[in-house]
């Protein structure tokens, strides 16, 4: 890699869900620069819409060159990617077997429940009575209940899972031990799960892999099923939990947006595509590609060996892509954000993630119309050493 000074990345700690005006510059003056993150070889970060689509989308960029590599990350210790540190054909077998279970159409399927789910856990915080907080009544239950449904957890253990699925996303939240400990409890309680589908079989999508992984080895071995049915329910519903009530409170701190939703609800499905692409969700750049040979990204050479971790979020502002990017449009007309990012590794469950923040949407602005933060906006309350950015609570009125 050239001798061009790394810069500390990434620029700022997170605050609430602004992007640093740094991002800006770069994308005007340097969309490719060479950065450091906290542990790790340096890397270049890409900060354009293009670039981080070429970087996410193009073959000569891989993720699994970063085994054996001192690769960039946030966390003192190298993690296990699983599924999400390789390239295909051996990423293609391993997605093959989940991806039936997030199509369009089964998450179409999903909907109806998933409003019913919605509408009794608004009913239930109204009856609670304001102020309530809706990361607890809301944010944090339905999207438990969703992914435990489709894959067969019980929601009843979801004290334990939840817990524990911070360690999917934790950067200096959790320590390495107790980060460790966590993984290793999810990965033995669905081991658990898998064993109780042999004696057990069943209809949902752990049966159905433990059906394959039994009937085909070559598919799918022992410990790829466990790594992979344990990232789908982290995954599956870590991420959204913060997402919604980030959603919320970009509405509610821009009330003349929540006015315009209530008054048009058909709006609905592409505000959560705006506000997807508005909202910063990661708090840092995380899995870093390898180009294969020398490819040039923005007008700069990138060697073959070289790392490069990309942007989402300065790509989703991307004034040569989206008509003024950093304000909110609800309808917005065409809207190509990244934030389920590109490629081979796009978010398997996008489709999943986009009907239930639609759902969530919808019932709010059905039943609680008047919503309202229920405490003076500085004194709302941010999680700290994750990889993503989320409130700790959000106590609304109504």
Known sequence: ???????????????????????????????????????????????????????????????????????PRNVPEQRESGILGMDP?????????????????????????????????VDGMVAAGAPADLVVHLATPLPIRVICDLLGVPVTDQDRFHTWSEAIVSTTALSPERAREYVDN?????????????????????????????SDGDRLSEDELVRLAAGLLAAGHETTVNQIPNLVY???????????????????PSAVEELMRFVP??????????????????GVLVRAGEPVVVSIHSANRDERVFTDADQIDL???????????????????AQLARMELQVVLETLVERTPG???????????????????????LPVSW
């Open 89 to 121: 054909p051996e990423h293609t077998r391993l997605r093959r077997v989940v991806a039936k279970a997030f199509t369009a159409r089964r998450v179409e399927q999903l909907r109806p429940g998933t409003r019913r789910v919605a509408g009794e856990l």
């Open 281 to 298: 969700l990661g708090a840092t750049a995380a899995f870093p590609r390898y180009a294969t040979e020398d490819v040039e990204v923005g």
């Open 331 to 349: 309808a917005r007309p065409v809207n190509p954000h990244v934030a389920f990012g590109h490629g081979v590794h796009h978010c398997v469950g």
């Open 1 to 71: 890699m050239t001798d061009t000074i790394a810069h500390p990345y990434p620029f700022s700690p997170p605050d609430r869900l602004n992007l640093d005006p740094r991002y800006a510059e770069l994308r005007r003056d340097e969309p490719l620069v060479r950065v450091q993150l906290p542990y790790g070889e340096p890397a270049w970060l890409a900060t354009r819409h293009a670039d981080v689509r070429m970087v996410l989308g193009d073959p000569r960029f891989s993720r699994a060159a970063s085994a054996g590599r001192d690769e």
């Open 250 to 268: 970009v509405l509610l701190t821009n009330p003349e947006q929540w006015a315009r939703l209530c008054a048009e609800p058909g709006l609905v």
């Open 186 to 214: 999810l990965f033995g309680y669905m081991a658990g799960l898998v064993e109780q589908r042999r004696t057990t079989p069943t209809d949902d999508l752990i049966g159905a892999m433990v059906r394959m992984r039994d």
């Open 371 to 393: 919503l309202r933060l229920a405490v003076p906006e500085p004194e709302l309350t941010w999680k700290t050493g994750l990889l993503v950015r989320g409130l700790t609570s």
